[in-house]
């Protein structure tokens, strides 16, 4: 299956089959989302629990694919559990630079055994060498939600204040990681809200930018990028109906109207694979 846009294409397939296909040094930016390993039930048929060194093994390999393929200056962001992406870490500075580890507020959780009360998910943030595009992003002033005033959390000083907000820090307590239920596009499964990819995007990219996602799941990444005139690539297994129906939903003029060069980028022709997707273009 392949899923086409103004500004995108979605391959319906296993990420180690398309990486391998895309040029080294050609991609801005690369977002992912894995799944983590944990037994979670996707709904979807996927088995999201095996051999802890199968499965780590298997990540080295796509994160290696990952770093082969962005540009130098190019960024990576890397979103899991803190205690995967401690391991994660370690597999992608071997090749990038540390930048950040964005803390993104987890709510309504709970304790589990001897340990603190887990209130966050990770976002990694690597760059390929010095990052070629960092734009500053600003966020509103936190409101008190009982008198409407404002939190100075940014140190007071008001009248110095920029008028557009407060700098974006690396701890994110204005969103949550899972989309509300009314939004998702699969039944009873988490998905990610679009603001992280979003401001990953933003942070690290320009219009016209390229942005991989080798694990689409709910599509956000794509959304994100489709709205902001990046382009992009995205790869899902399983999940790629629900994406055709989200991209169709936001963006119904931009389906199958690709001004995306993506075939400068990827190696399409090995074994007939260009062939067979292209006959089933959306």
């Keep these: 299956m392949f899923l086409s846009t103004t ?36 709904k979807n048929g996927y088995n999201d629990i095996r051999e802890k060194k199968e499965y780590l093994k298997w990540c080295e390999k796509w994160i290696a694919e ?14 899991a559990t803190p205690e995967l992406n401690i391991v ?17 507020s987890m709510k309504a959780t709970f304790k589990r055994g001897k340990r603190l009360y887990p209130a966050h998910y990770s976002l990694l943030y690597y760059t390929k060498g010095e990052p070629s595009v ?21 140190g007071g000083h008001r009248d110095k204040m920029n008028p557009k907000g407060v700098n974006l820090t690396d701890v994110w307590t204005d969103t949550s990681p899972n989309r509300h239920s009314k939004f998702k596009v699969r039944d009873g499964v988490n998905e990610l809200k679009l603001i992280i990819p979003e401001r990953a995007i ?3 990219t320009n219009p016209g930018d390229v942005v991989l ?24 297994l399983f999940d790629s109906k629900h994406i055709k129906e989200r991209m169709k939903e936001n963006f119904p003029d931009s389906i199958g109207r690709t001004k995306f060069d993506y075939k400068s980028i990827i ?13 089933r273009v959306i």
């Design 213 to 236: 996602d080798p694990f689409g799941g709910g599509g956000s990444t794509f959304q994100a990028a489709e709205k902001h005139h990046r382009n992009w690539i995205g790869v899902e």
């Design 134 to 154: 960092f734009n500053d992003l600003r966020t509103p002033i936190p409101l008190c939600r009982h008198c409407g005033g404002e939190i100075p959390d940014y």
């Design 202 to 204: 933003l942070m690290s």
């Design 7 to 42: 500004h995108g294409v979605l391959f319906e397939d296993d990420c180690m089959n398309i990486l391998p296909k895309i040029s080294s040094n050609s991609i801005d930016c690369v977002f992912a989302d894995p799944p983590f390993n944990i037994g979670k039930d996707y």
């Design 267 to 279: 190696n399409l022709q090995h074994e007939n694979y260009g062939d067979q997707i292209l006959r």
């Design 66 to 79: 990952c770093s082969r393929i962005l540009k130098p200056g190019g960024s990576f962001f890397l979103y």
């Design 88 to 104: 994660f870490g370690n597999f992608i500075g071997k090749r990038m630079q540390f930048r950040h580890w964005i803390a993104v």
